[in-house]
């Protein structure tokens, strides 16, 4: 089983960037994708962006353009740098471990088998 811890999130202007942070521990890192998803009130879990074991990435694409996914293997940590924050991008950040190295196309939750236990980001207008 893998332990997720992810830091972070806050309050920001709209325009503004937040980096995202997740330190797994339990499993070799290096060997398992990783996600971000994310949860607005009333809204269903969705994902955000997905890196495999060998850096391919994956974003949705309303975030096209103004995140990026990153991992470091000598660090157990995955990132989300956000960029150019909008009101709508407001919502609970999950970071979850893939149950291996890659994920469907595109990821979907029961790609993943591990959650943190979410950070709080608001972007205000």
């Known amino acids: 089983q893998v332990q997720l811890v992810e830091s972070g999130g806050g309050l920001v202007q709209n325009g503004g960037s937040l980096r995202l942070s997740c330190v797994a521990s339990?499993?070799?890192?290096?060997?398992?994708?990783m996600g971000w998803f994310r949860q607005a009130p009333g809204k269903d879990r969705e994902i955000v962006a997905a890196i495999t074991d060998i850096g391919i990435t994956y974003y949705t694409r309303s975030v096209k353009g103004r995140f990026t996914i990153s991992r470091d293997n000598a660090k157990n940590t995955v990132y989300l740098q956000m960029n150019s924050l909008k009101p709508e991008d407001t919502a609970v950040y999950y970071c979850?471990?893939?149950?291996?190295?890659?994920?469907?196309?595109?990821?979907?939750?029961?790609?993943?088998?591990?959650w943190g236990q979410g950070t709080q980001v608001t972007v205000s207008s």
């Open positions: 979850a471990a893939g149950a291996s190295g890659g994920y469907s196309y595109p990821p979907t939750a029961r790609d993943f088998r591990s």
């Open positions: 339990g499993r070799t890192f290096r060997s398992y994708a």
